[in-house]
């Protein structure tokens, strides 16, 4: 299947997930918010306020096993990160996404479908950083690129 | 039943992050590496995705109850406030270290262990300080709101 093919094809099912989630529990299909609301500090009754965030992502990590059992390979994951970028990476992210409310889900598909201004906003923003962030570490000659 | 349908959103949200390829960081990196070897194919992800979700989400939001809970949660504030900015612009710096992003991040948790471990732990230590810097604060927290 073509790149572009293959692309819409999984951004629909992106969509659809998130429709599931809209018509089931009401919710935004935002993964930062998701993973974020299970940490501290904690909410009262945690177990019954975050069942559905649980089985969500028991979903979400079900799905390359599942792809690895009937293909025999696990899906391609390449990155080219030594210790300290996957630490600082990762810190960034899950900073800017509690802070910022959202991250490509949230704001990027979810908040775009629902012609919301602050999500439109982030989108652009963090887009435009990351953008920035790829050719700072070309420049540097930094990081995986090839 | 009702963890039963998440747990199914929850797949097909993943399949479509390996079906398109957004699992993969590198391929994450070339679709931002604007000016280098550009791939712009994922940007048809976020339109697949925004597409289907524009008519799903009138048509859902329709009704006058979700089927598993007593309304919807939906995010109704519409100020471009300083946090948002802030935030999505180190959420974007992050995104373009590495190329991995919450959703893939956790679905990559299972398909190359070693290094999606170490980012994702990394990430859930920066949310738990973000969540506890944002306590007490008059914004609501987070958590809750505005996804």
């Known amino acids: 299947m073509h790149d572009f093919l293959a692309a819409l094809l999984g951004g629909a099912m992106i969509g659809a997930a998130a429709i599931i989630v809209m018509a089931s529990n009401g919710r935004v299909m935002g993964v930062s918010g998701i993973v974020s609301s299970l940490l501290p500090p904690f909410g009262k009754d945690w177990l019954t306020q975050n069942g559905w ?51 490509t889900s949230g704001h990027g598909v979810c908040g775009l479908a629902r012609l919301s201004g602050r999500s439109l906003a982030a989108t652009l923003i963090f887009m435009t950083t990351a953008i920035a962030t790829v050719l700072i570490m070309r420049i540097l000659g930094l990081g995986g690129l090839s | 039943m009702n963890h039963l349908v998440l747990f199914i959103a929850g797949l097909l949200f993943s399949f479509g992050l390996i079906v398109s390829g957004m699992i993969n960081p590198a391929k994450v990196i070339a679709f931002l590496d604007v000016f280098g070897n550009w791939d712009p194919s994922l940007a048809f992800v976020m339109a697949g995705a925004v597409i289907v979700n524009v008519f799903g989400f009138r048509l859902v939001t329709k009704r006058a109850n979700p089927l598993f809970a007593e309304g919807f949660s939906i995010p109704t504030r519409s100020d471009i406030d300083r946090n948002l900015v802030v935030g999505a612009s180190l959420f974007g710096i992050g995104w373009g270290l590495i190329g991995l992003c919450p959703g893939p991040a956790i679905a990559a948790l299972s398909a190359a262990p070693g290094d999606a471990f170490i980012f994702v732990v990394a990430m859930l230590a920066g949310m738990i300080v973000a969540r506890m810097m944002s306590q007490g604060r008059p914004a609501p927290l987070a958590g809750e709101t505005s996804r």
């Open chain 1, 53 to 103: 965030r649980l089985s969500f992502l028991g979903g979400v990590i079900a799905a390359p096993l599942t792809y690895l059992a009937a293909f025999g390979v696990p899906p391609v994951v390449e990155m080219n990160a030594g210790l300290t970028l996957l630490i600082a990476s990762g810190l960034f992210v899950g900073v800017g996404t509690v802070i910022g409310s959202g991250c």
